[in-house]
């Protein structure tokens, strides 16, 4: 006498939800069953707990890089893949239906399960399915028949059904779109009757037309393996019905996406299941609960079985009453504190203009596409820039959710929340910009923790590209937490059980892995910020070996910048930075010595990357402030501008300006003479110019011999000459500032007129007529018509 209802909803849709739960509560089942992975009925009990706050998420990963959670993984089955990357997510609001039926269960007191293929099979690619392609999310794999398209038009081929079957109901209802028809229908609706019977009449039905297609055309646009997957999880899902009757349970509800509604509630034989199900491969799996955000919910994040509006989806959850009034009431609440003019009066009639546009086009209530058409033509005045901050704000509504203490993590994800809890780091999902004045401890610890984050790839904060100020004792953070950092959390885990241990024994392998020069001086930077003495003694030693040996000048060069950095802001910090500085010292001596031979014949690709070097060895050693290494770098530069023939013109015009400004040139002008000369190549001579003036315009605003010189030789060039020129003198001056050409351009203008001044006016190339009428237009305007 055992009854089963299974009900047929669509993930994370807030009427679904409300409907589902008043169905429950109605047939008040002794066990409920809900599409997701098995392996998580263990851990299912957290939901009913106060911490648990969604939107959350079931994450399965594989354990073999990280180890399971502490009483994570039973019954996540045997085997393992070995590659440790593979993991899945099944995420909940608190509009979903499948977050109902679980909280509803676990009030009522009655036993809950999941019924899904488990996740052990799922992180196993199907048959037929690519090797590499990413593991099935159990949403996303819905998402083709439990998602409209985002006002598409279902596809016309009678094969579409499968793709989008909210589509071709949505056609047959007369919409053009399926997301509204849905909406209309089923999400907007108040009370009433229980929609399930109507939508398991609905799904039989397209699937009774897919059936009688042939085979092939059937899973016509269908990614390989997708048809075999689906039966097997349909398969299980069965099987899990038929185990859960057997228990005794004589009133069961299965909560499921509604396509696969016809197929729990067809009659087919247990041994037909068994085939279907016999000899699956397995992947080690564990399983946990992890935050989750709405933006992450939105079908713009990539995620298939995404909502277009999360925030208003939450909004119609938790606010039935009078939801379009609240709505509005809000996003003018938004307004005001952007200190935007929104009254009172403004709410009051852009709920009529939504009501009416509503009734217009006979929407049971003021839809999405109506509240957001009334906010830009009456609490935005027309703007879309607001309506793209309430699109931010209210829409996607972006939250993140939170998981109780008994949540099974990984050592080093409790050694990163007491963390966070010490330093009173937050994690939140919206962007928040940190400040941190490394001369407070506090702030010294944040920065150190972020930076031990990055090594370890979990990009919480990312610093801003002015984040070591000159002052060497300020960072700039942008914070902003994302779910899948927890995923790199447990990869993370191989390496250590804390934060601290972790980066250090990814930096050790870092290192010992570098490719380049350049890659090491970066890892031994990234330690002396995350302040990892442990891992120094390692990385001083491989990099101190690999700078031993390497001959490539230009590689020994892009290394000093990070060198120096991390000398300079080392000690900052109070890190020891002794055999570093060891290393900076002989790669000095190793840069002067080995530059000349390599800045000798280079072509014009080969200069440009060279002159980057040469800046960023310069402006390593200016933060050095080392004397001997700044005289010892001047003298070389010194002897390669003493024999030019073998320089590029950018070279020698940037190593020319860097020694004018060091005060060691005193014949800047001459050299700038020669180098423009008329018996220079235009092509050189622009190089040189190039390369003499990309340390900034300052110099021809005050320096009018090289401004004269600059100006006759632009002058002076041929047409075709100019021409060829043209864009080496548009990259130069295109990098100034818009004051600084300005600047030059009054600058110019002054040295005509008193060229013009001191030559004197040509009498005979003045027309005394024509002259006479502008002056008289010109006194009359300035009233002195009378003035002779």
């Known amino acids: 006498m055992s009854h089963v209802e299974v009900y047929g909803i669509r993930h994370h849709g807030p009427g679904s939800a409300r409907a589902l739960r008043g169905a429950l509560e109605e047939f008040k089942p002794d066990a409920v069953l809900i599409e997701g992975p098995p392996e998580a009925d263990p851990i299912v009990a957290l939901a009913g707990e106060p911490g648990m706050v969604p939107p959350v998420a079931l994450l399965a990963y594989s354990p073999a890089t990280g180890g399971a959670p502490a009483g994570a993984g039973a019954g996540a089955g045997a085997g393992d893949r070995g590659d440790g990357r593979k993991a899945a997510f099944w995420p909940f609001a608190e509009f979903s239906p499948e977050w109902q039926a679980i909280r509803y269960a676990l009030g009522a007191g009655v036993p809950v399960r999941f019924c899904d293929l488990p996740a052990a099979h799922q992180l196993v690619p199907s048959p037929g399915a690519e090797e590499d392609s990413e593991p099935e999310d159990a949403e996303k794999e819905s998402a083709e028949k439990d998602r409209a398209g985002e006002g598409e038009a279902p596809p016309e081929p009678a094969e579409g059904i499968r793709l989008d079957p909210l589509g071709w109901l949505a056609k047959a209802a007369g919409y053009d779109d399926a997301e509204r028809w849905w909406d209309d229908v089923v999400e907007h609706r108040g009370g009433g009757p229980s929609p399930f019977p109507a939508i398991a009449e609905a799904m039989a039905e397209l699937r009774e037309q897919l059936a009688e297609l042939p085979e092939g055309a059937a899973s016509a646009g269908l990614p390989p393996g997708h048809l075999l997957r689906e039966e097997q999880r349909e398969a299980h899902m069965r099987r899990t019905l038929r185990r859960t009757l057997k228990e005794g349970h004589e009133r069961v509800a299965v909560v499921c996406g509604a396509w696969h509604v016809p197929a729990l509630r067809a009659k087919v034989p247990a041994a037909h299941d068994d085939r279907t199900l016999r000899g699956l491969p397995k992947a080690k799996v564990a399983m946990t609960w992890v935050p989750w955000t709405h933006g992450r919910l939105s079908g713009r994040s990539g995620y298939g079985a995404g909502v277009r509006s999360p925030g208003w989806y939450h909004h119609l959850f938790t606010a039935p009453d009078r939801p379009v009034e609240r709505w509005l009431t809000a996003a003018a609440r938004v307004l005001r504190d952007e200190d935007l003019h929104v009254s009172s009066a403004h709410v009051i009639e852009a709920v009529r203009l939504a009501e009416a546009l509503a009734a217009l086009r006979g929407r049971p209530l003021a839809g999405l596409d109506e509240v957001t058409e009334a906010t830009r033509a009456v609490l935005c005045e027309g703007a879309d820039l607001p309506v793209e901050l309430i699109q931010r704000r209210m829409v996607v509504g972006e939250r ?83 779910p899948e950092f927890d995923v790199e959390l447990i990869e993370a885990s191989a390496w250590g059980t804390t934060v601290r241990g972790a980066a250090t024994a990814r930096a050790e392998s870092a290192a010992t892995g570098a490719g380049t020069l350049a890659d090491l001086t970066s890892v031994a930077e990234r330690c002396l910020l995350a302040d990892l003495g442990d891992a120094l003694p390692t990385v001083m030693r491989v990099l101190a070996d690999r700078a031993a040996v390497d001959t490539d000048v230009a590689q020994l060069m892009s290394a000093m910048p990070a060198l120096v950095r991390a000398l300079r802001y080392g000690d900052v910090r109070g890190t020891p930075t002794g055999p570093l500085r060891t290393v900076v010292d002989g790669l000095v001596v190793r840069i002067c010595v080995g530059l000349p031979p390599a800045v000798t014949g280079l072509d014009d690709d080969a200069a440009r990357e060279f002159l980057g070097h040469v800046d960023a060895v310069h402006g390593a050693l200016a933060l050095l402030a080392e004397d001997g290494h700044i005289e010892r770098w001047r003298r070389t530069l010194e002897g390669l501008v003493a024999r030019p023939e073998s320089l590029h013109g950018l070279i020698e015009g940037r190593l020319t300006r860097l020694l004018l400004d060091a005060g060691r040139l005193h014949d800047a002008a001459d050299r700038m003479a020669r180098a423009v000369s008329t018996g220079t190549a235009p092509a050189r001579a622009a190089a040189w110019v190039e390369g003499f003036l990309s340390g900034g315009g300052l110099i021809l605003m005050h320096d009018t011999a090289l401004l004269r010189l600059v100006d006759d030789w632009i002058a002076g060039l041929p047409g075709d000459s100019f021409t060829d020129v043209l864009p080496l003198l548009r990259r130069t001056f295109g990098a100034y500032a818009d004051a600084e050409r300005r600047a030059i351009g009054e600058r110019l203008r002054r040295l005509d007129q008193t060229s013009a001044a001191s030559s004197g006016p040509d009498e005979e190339d003045v027309d005394a007529a024509r002259a006479a009428a502008a002056t008289a237009t010109t006194l009359h305007i300035l009233g002195w018509e009378g003035s002779s």
């Open 400 to 482: 993140l959710g939170a998981v109780p203490e008994r949540t099974p993590m990984v050592p080093l994800q409790r050694d990163l929340q007491a963390q966070q809890r010490r330093l009173r780091l937050k994690p939140s999902a919206l962007d928040k910009e940190q400040d941190l004045d490394l001369r407070r401890p506090v702030d010294l610890e944040r920065s150190r923790l972020l930076h031990r984050l990055r090594l370890l790839h979990v990009d919480w904060g990312v610093p801003a590209e002015t984040g070591r100020s000159k002052g060497t004792f300020r960072e700039t953070w942008t914070l902003a937490w994302r």
